[in-house]
């Protein structure tokens, strides 16, 4: 079975095991399964005001002769170890994910999809800290404020932990050091909640308090933000808006 990371209530990323049909929401193996790649995953198209990217997998069910979208997942392939790690022990190896701006925008998505039918509930958490932002594009306004964005962030999530759901499939090789050749149990398969997935990114600028510099971690905290707060004001998220003008001096 998949290991299924989940965030708990200590904002640690917890190791279970799911069930392929249980992550799905239906048998992978079964005749009325499809599996659309690079495809925009429909139900999201009522959260946003632009068209929405690709997604890398959409899980669908046939219903009389249609596909009806179950779940969209990102997939991220991944080879252990990495050109920064293989020279350590194999404890001390470590791995690589290359996250785009479209996988951010699913993120925003994947979270707000939880909190359709209370907007309310979201606002309340982010307007207090949104108020606090004279311009969102500028990093002498944004950059003060980044640890509390993160601390909003982390609440939302501990206080809704049960409305987490599978986000980024992440199947794992592992060679022999740089080696082009398959160890033993070379082959796993890791599955990310949204919530879970948030680590990557926020556990690496939580604690830097104020700053003229945002990284792209940094950055990322303030898309998310940015994206929750505007989808629990107007019901609608503005993604390419978003990411085109907060960009911080940040290469893509």
């Not at 239906?26 to 009522?46: C, D, K, Q, R, W």
């Amino acid at each position: 079975m998949p290991i299924y990371l989940m965030l708990d209530n200590r904002l640690n990323v917890l190791h279970t095991k799911e069930t392929v049909s249980n992550l799905f929401g239906i048998n992978p193996l079964g005749e009325e399964v499809f599996y659309a790649f690079e495809s925009i995953h429909t139900p999201y198209e009522i959260l946003v005001s632009e068209s929405l990217p690709r997604i890398d997998l959409v899980v669908c069910k046939i219903e009389n002769n249609r596909t009806k979208p179950i779940k969209g997942l990102e997939i991220k392939l991944t080879a252990l170890p990495d050109n920064q790690t293989y020279n350590n022990t194999e404890e001390n190896y470590g791995s690589e994910i290359v996250v785009r701006p479209d996988t951010i925008v699913y993120l925003a998505l994947s979270i707000a999809s939880s909190f359709s039918s209370s907007r309310d509930e979201l606002r309340a958490k982010l307007e207090p800290f949104a108020r606090r932002i004279l311009d969102w594009r500028s990093i002498r306004s944004v950059g003060p404020h980044l640890a509390e964005a993160c601390n909003v962030v982390n609440d939302i999530l501990t206080g809704t932990l049960d409305r987490q759901q599978p986000f980024i499939l992440q199947p794992i090789w592992k060679t022999l050091g740089k080696k082009l050749m398959l160890t033993d149990n070379c082959l796993d398969m890791f599955v990310w909640s949204d919530y879970a997935f948030t680590r990557l990114f926020i556990d690496s600028v939580r604690d830097n308090g104020n700053r003229e510099f945002i990284t792209r971690q940094g950055r990322t905290v303030l898309w998310l933000t940015k994206m929750l707060y505007d989808f629990s004001v107007t019901g609608k998220i503005k993604h390419q808006l978003v990411i085109d003008e907060l960009t911080y001096d940040t290469k893509k």
